[in-house]
């Protein structure tokens, strides 16, 4: 065993040993080597645009398809999200993407704020329903998809007001996980740091759906739209939806540590990490960022 050697040189092997003894180091490596080599190979490459325009795709015709029967799923509020609500200035400029039927928004009237809210979303069925339940002036909404990278500078021409480091507040609540694409996620972090000011936050939620075994259940194989696993990055899911009709929606599975990554390579400290909602209150996984001032 002495005569065990890293060879470097060649490359041809990893260890070599004497004869007759057994490579099980090297029956290991090549067994779990391909696999790396090829989750690398997806990670610096990245998702395929095809890929990433056709789950865009499937998930905005799910909004339009079922925005009815989505909103009555959201008729109240999540514990999660109420929690957020709580640490919000009276007076604060809040930006919330993905905002919906309005729900958050009517909450946040109903505490007399002092200050302005914007809300964004992709779905205009959805925009619609939001639009009856608030009509106050301080507050607006916005059809933008979030996967253009136009919108921010959509949005400032709509509102005719700079919003650069003007925003208190960024929430985006089960949204960040409907974005195929890791570079995609990192570009809507930094568009979301260049919006807030120097002392502003951005509060947002993920589906933990893989903490439930019924969630888990509704989980499909990608051969279902003609993918394969192959063509998306770990951590990708296709389910299906089943109140008012027959859907389906591509969704990112993130862990805490995934999160902080990204918070890491766009700027932003994590100040808080909480699970709520749902089965035993772990449906949701929410993080609090605030910008790093080192």
Request: charged content about 25%; some cysteine; proline content about 4%.
């Amino acid at each position: 065993m002495a005569d065990r050697i890293l060879n470097r040189s060649t490359g041809a092997h990893l260890l070599q040993y004497q004869p007759g003894e057994f490579d099980l180091f090297g029956c290991i490596v090549a067994g779990i080597l391909p696999r790396l080599l090829w989750v690398h190979q997806r990670i610096i490459q990245g998702m395929k645009d095809e890929v990433i325009t056709r789950l865009l795709q499937l998930n905005s015709e799910f909004y339009q398809t079922f925005a009815d029967h989505f909103s009555q799923t959201r008729e109240r509020l999540q514990p999660g999200v109420l929690k957020a609500l709580e640490n919000l200035p009276s007076e604060a400029w809040v930006l919330d993407l993905g905002c919906g039927n309005g729900e958050l928004a009517l909450e946040w009237l109903s505490r007399d704020p002092g200050g302005r809210y914007i809300g964004v979303d992709s779905s205009p069925l959805l925009l619609e329903i939001a639009r009856e339940k608030v009509r106050d002036p301080r507050f607006s909404f916005h059809v933008l998809d979030l996967a253009d990278p136009a919108w921010p500078d959509v949005l400032e021409t709509e509102l005719a007001i700079p919003l650069r480091e003007h925003i208190d507040r960024v929430l985006s609540f089960s949204v960040l996980h409907h974005l195929p694409d890791a570079a995609l996620r990192k570009r809507l972090a930094l568009q979301v740091y260049r919006l807030l000011n120097e002392s502003g936050q951005w509060i947002h939620s993920n589906w933990n759906f893989l903490a439930s075994t019924r969630y888990q259940a509704r989980i499909l194989p990608w051969e279902t739209i003609d993918l394969t696993d192959e063509d998306v990055e770990e951590g990708d899911y296709l389910l299906d939806w089943r109140r008012g009709g027959y859907g389906l929606r591509y969704v990112h599975h993130f862990t805490p540590s995934e999160l902080e990554a990204i918070a890491g390579e766009t700027g932003f400290n994590v100040l808080d990490t909480y699970h709520s909602d749902g089965e035993g209150g772990r449906l949701g996984l929410y993080q609090v960022w605030g910008k790093d001032s080192s």
